[in-house]
């Protein structure tokens, strides 16, 4: 279902986080974005901090968009809404993501893909807690079963998109959005493709439970599988 567009640069790429709290690693990311696109792309953060974290994104240049905290998904798809560029990458404010291959991500793109994913788990994530690795695994492995496709890593925060795929789906979950933004695209035959990524340790603390997010996650999986094979 790739339709390609031409070949995109920087200049068409627009970054997109939700930012709670995380003023101790904001300033870094965005200077990895800001140095590997040369300054070229745009970044948007929907943002409900409590801390400096809105003001050191408006400072490093990003679009802020404040609003009360309502979970990780509504961030998000405000975000991604919001992007006002072709290709929207995602990823997370706390400084685990590898900035330094997003040529890469948008090289997948420019070579068809509708979706990049940014796996992991396959180079080991050592740095995630083995609670969460274990969970990340077993989550891979029921939508690789539910969507009949493997699927390494559902949970990652690192992504690329072709913003008409966004801009065409009904995107529904919250906690489990990021397993979502992956799932929908794949049952509806878009070209989604993994590439492996390292995954540094995060910088402050974790907002997510790892027990109630985790079922939240595994809830979102099955719900937005089932959803799709019997639409």
Not at 73 to 81: I, K, P, S, Y
Not at 179 to 205: F, K, N, S
């Amino acid at each position: 279902m790739s339709e390609i567009d031409g070949h995109y640069d920087f200049g068409d790429v627009a970054v997109v986080m939700g930012t709670y709290n995380e003023e101790k690693a904001i300033g870094t990311v965005l200077d990895d974005i800001e140095r590997v696109t040369d300054g070229e792309a745009s970044v948007v953060c929907v943002d409900g901090s409590s801390d400096r974290t809105p003001e050191i994104a408006r400072e490093k240049g990003a679009q802020v968009i404040e609003q009360e905290p309502q979970g990780y998904g509504v961030a998000v798809e405000r975000a991604l809404r919001a992007a006002d560029r072709p290709v929207v990458v995602t990823t997370d404010c706390d400084d685990t993501y590898p900035m330094e291959r997003l040529p890469t991500f948008l090289a997948e793109i420019n070579d068809g893909a509708d979706v990049v994913s940014g796996d992991r788990l396959s180079r080991g994530a050592e740095t995630m807690p083995r609670f969460n690795r274990f969970g990340n695994h077993a989550f891979a492995v029921v939508a690789s079963l539910l969507v009949g496709e493997r699927v390494h890593d559902t949970t990652t925060g690192m992504r690329a998109y072709r913003k008409p795929i966004i801009d065409s789906i009904e995107w529904t979950e919250n906690t489990g959005l990021s397993a979502e933004l992956l799932i929908r695209p794949l049952c509806r035959g878009y070209d989604v493709r993994e590439i492996e990524i390292d995954y540094a340790e995060r910088a402050g603390e974790t907002k997510l439970d790892p027990i109630s997010g985790g079922a939240e996650i595994a809830g979102s999986i099955l719900r937005v599988s089932l959803e799709e094979r019997l639409a």
